[in-house]
């Protein structure tokens, strides 16, 4: 996996990055955790914090001492000290915490039942009040009203209220505590609004605290990702190009990608999928075990339920994988068919307009469009259907975990605000993963994106002998020979090519389409391509040259022009021109580009505007302004008048004074002014000579060359 | 999937900008856009109906939720006044039913929510398509032949596929998002006016943020853009012109100058997701910091005894809801501009005023013994260029067969189009049976003909359906005897599945020769007065060759055969025989 190797130079940042994740998934979840506390505390113990109170009044320590027992008492008094003027008893700062909650609970519940005992039968609109009804039950004030009746109970009746309060149901004495811890200080006339109203500003605050931490991690966790992304993006870049830059024909028929479009659209999607999963992927799993933990404090059996939602959650998104993934594959490939289609009509239009069948072929082409918007509408429907799912699935983890969490607040210390904390981590742990939902739609693309980069990259690089290999002497007869040359393609081949072009000639091939000549041809410029038989230049074998010095010697002039969307002077220096004015200047004139007042003037868009014969003035030139020994001219003058024939064949003759010029035409004046006429047919040569001579031994010739008007008496 | 808004579209009919006339071009966009929108009124109703459901089930599910809550504080506290007998079950149940139904409900309505939506852009993509090719249909040929192919191909496919999109992302994104947002907004309002309040402030506080920080980031992402290009526009270069470098030794030059340019769009590429960040970043400060707000503000407005537990948590779920749909709003510019250039596209392309001309019925046979002549025909493609005609004259007798032959180039093909009245020569005249044939009524002038054009080449189906292509009702026998006439029988036999096998224009399954076979047996098996054979490549082998010439003699015993061969077979020695030439003929 290419992958993997990329990102292996990012372990740090990786890591980091999950680190961060941590941090954000905890200050994320924290927000939940303060709600939560914030109603349990903020709202029902009016702010107070402890469920012990921190201040007595003196008379209510006397109250208190009436409803514990004596051992309580004592264990219970001994965590507070007596102010100095007696008058109330201020918790201690080392007081037993569990102790002290666990005998104040049973104390207010042995008050709840006391009272309940005692207003029996006195019951108000219970319905209308019951928060207020019952706090006020158990308030001090309450007990101080009925202190008279407190005290005709007797030590064993009490003993035994408070027996029966230490067995009460956990909630309840739970409830009862934080309910009236309050009023403890309001006897001791402290506001109790103000407590309230501070711890609800402070808790705020720390949660406003958290939420910019959590953004902060957000901040970060991004600006890594998108690093990260950018440089492997860039890395990739890097290598495809080093990997790409020394690929001749063979390389890129082998892999079979368009390679720019690898190098463009691919790498792109690559790096998307890199943000994506470590955005989305990643995160996602992080936050929701920090949710179920979290979860699992309040109720072990409640975070099941989330924990069974994220697995339900993911295996949604799996099936949503395996069911719409397919069909988006197959979505991709009618998609294709169409544009093939229409691609292909518009190639056939003659055979469909003359044959009047465009009511057929828009039959046809509804059938495919048909095909196209099914394959839409159910990869669109699978998703829709995925998400409501996912969002039927998440409502259904909400009104269940509060259904269910009815029988666990009776029997443990659950309060109201841990079930709105609850609902908040189950909301954010099921969440995160339906974010990978689009990652799961980006997987198709990505797929075959990852597929075609490793087809490139998994291409071997062309061996071909460099340093090690043999140098061409500067001044040397500039001759190729072919012996016995063949190649073979898929539906045919040319066979036993020997011919030999040289220094001082210029030799013209006459080749029929499609036989092979610029394959042929393109083994001079090091394409790497197997071939039978041997090629020598100035007696070395081809095979054997260094492929830097074969460069330098042969010059090639492409039958397709190839321009860059610059000067036509920098065209011609990216063609291999010696950067001075005259050398320019020299090769403009000689391919007769007469069309260029300017040698500074723009090609835009690769020159797009210029005629296609322009284009092929202007690359021949090109090929023409570099310094070789062997010109190879790839059929450029096919779309040029005759006069400008005349003139390139003129600069050709004297270019063939120091260098050997190998000329692939079919034009008469071409073939007429070539010292050396190589005939080819489908299979390789036909004949050679010169055009006189061939005019004589050729039918072939003769064919070619009545074709042009030549008039050609028959065969002697 | 931001990449797909760049670079794909780069297409316009009528080149050169103009931004004056552009904002004007834009509210025509607009407005057809709008009319043909409009065929699906009902669907479109019908789309935001179920939106509207789906958004009140979507605001009552947590109120229900809210219920809920709020019955197990009173039912706990009942049970502890030893009121209830602890069932909390029962207490819940009246509540617990409507919730989910409620929910259940919602997640109906989302679900058709997207059906309809799917159904509507499928349908109006396929429409789109539709028009568009019953346009191309109507196109002069001469036009599509001058016309870059790709405009064409784009209009019928991605520009179609582009303002699908759009339209998917704008009612998924927008419109059912503003409904859904408006909903819960006047829920807030009604319920809890403070925490509504809250909601409303940090919306607007949120969406200026993010209005502000994009039009920061349109500035990075033009930046990144116009990078990108340039690495991308430089890479196409280098990957199209990589033989003529490695030939001149430039290669290591351009790779490091490409080097370099990957490196700076790494860095603006990293610099303008830093802006996505912070938009992220602030998308969730706002939702949160707002759920804070709320809580705090619900936490005091508690205290005083004004508000439920169960209500709290509703709000909770509003507000992240009403953030969620917020969020989407700013990638609408982005929606808009691509559904109105891929609009813009296609309506240019069903507005292009270039259609086939129709005529007369072609006229009883002349006296003539040619039924084709060309008058003094000089012709050229166009004003720049070379011309390809001067003063050509010749006839086309009735019956036989007439070779055209030429180098590469020459001429030849242009003949055939000159002679179909696809293209009009600047002077003199095209007669076919003593009519101008520009003058003649296609389908009847056409039914004349059988065309075997160069480049001709097999449809995606099976060899039987390929023969009797444009023919209907042809019996099996009559198909496998024009193959046999054309000499196609016999590889097609040979072939596993006979004249079943289906011919695969990706990979061709067929060699050219066999291909020409398979079109000559269409020719046999559609009788008509004449046959233009144009022999395409050299790609045939001499056994090959000997059999197409049989065929065709065969059918020339009937009527006329015009063969285009760009040298001179054996054919030439037993017909007549037209030599194109440096804009010449020779009879």
Known sequence: MFLKKYLGAHKLAI???SVLFVFQAVFSLSVPYFMGEMINIGTQQKGIESPVPEIMKARAVDLFSKIIPDEEEKIFFSFYEKSADGDVYNLREDYDESEALRIYENAMTAGFYIITEITQGKTPDVEAEQINYMVEKVSLRTLYMYSDELSAFSDEEILGFYEKAQSAPEALKNQLASFTVSYFYDDAGIDCDEIQQKYIFKTGAI???CVLLQVICIFLTGKITAKLSASVTGRLREEYLLHTAEFSSKQ????????????????????????????????????????????FTISPFLSMVVLATVVIVVAVLFILYKVAVPKYDNLQENYSLLVRFVKNGINRIYTIRTMRTQKLERARFSDVTEKVRKDESYVLKAVFTALSIVSLISNLVVAATVILSGNSLLSSRIGIGDIIAFLQYSVISVSAFTAIAAVIMFAPRAKVSFKKFSEVMSTPIPERPNSQGL???????????FRNVGLSFENGGISDVSFTAEKGQITAIAAPTGCGK????????GSGESFDGEIFIDSQKLEEISIDSLRKRVSYAFSEPVLFSKSVKENLLLYGAEDNRNAVKKALNAASVDFVDNENMLLENGGNRLSGGQRGRISLAGALSKEAGIYIIDDCMKSVDVQTEKNILESLRKLSKTSAVILVTQRINSLIEADKVIVFNKNGIEAQGTHEQLLRTSDFYRELASLQGLEVTARE | MSDEKSGVFKFRFDSGSKTVEDRANKKEIQKRLLKSLSAYKVKLILFAVVTLLYSVTFVIFPQK???????????IIQYLLGLGDGSVFSEIIPYAIPAVAFFVANAVFALLQGYIVSDIITSYSANLRKAVMEKYDTLAVSFIDSTDHGKIISAMTQDVDALNQSLNLLLMRFVAPVITFAVIIITQLITNVTVGIISIVFCILGFSFTLLSERREKKAATKQQSDKGGLYSEAAEFYNGLAVLQNSGKVEERKQSLLEKIKDTSKASEKSQKFSVLQNCISELSVSLCIVFAMVASALMMADGGFSVGGLQCQFVYIRKLFSSSTDFSMIPGILRTAILSAGRIYDFLDIDSSETDGDLVPEKADSPNNIEFRDVTFRYNKESRYILKNVSFGVKRKGITVISGMTGAGKTTIIKLLLGFYQPQQGKVLFEGKDVSSLK?????????????????FDDTIENNISYGCENVSFEEIQRAAKLSGADEFITRRQDGYKTVFNSKSPNLSDGEIQLVLLARAFLRKREILVFD???????????????????????????????????????SCDTINVSDSKVKM
């Open chain 1, 518 to 525: 610029t394959t042929l041809f393109g083994l001079l410029t």
């Open chain 2, 65 to 75: 939720i809210g219920d809920i809550i709020d019955a197990f504080a009173s039912s």
């Open chain 1, 471 to 481: 140098k061409l002497s500067e001044n040397c007869g500039h001759t190729v020979e």
């Open chain 1, 207 to 209: 949660m406003v605290i």
């Open chain 2, 442 to 458: 296609k389908d009847d002038y056409f039914s004349k003909f059988n065309i075997i054009v160069q480049g001709s080449t097999l």
């Open chain 2, 535 to 573: 022999e395409a490549t050299s790609g045939l082998d001499v056994i090959a060759e000997k059999k197409i010439i049989e065929a065709l003699q065969e059918i020339a015993k009937e009527s006329c055969v015009i063969v285009i061969s760009h040298r001179t077979s054996s054919l030439s020695n």
């Open chain 1, 15 to 17: 890591f980091l990055c």
């Open chain 1, 252 to 295: 890129k028929r082998i892999c079979d990608n368009d390679l720019y479009s690898v190098f463009s659209d691919d790498i792109t999607n690559i790096g998307t999928v890199i943000n994506y999963v470590m955005s989305a992927v990643l995160y996602a799993p992080i936050v929701s075990v920090g949710g179920i933990l979290l979860s």
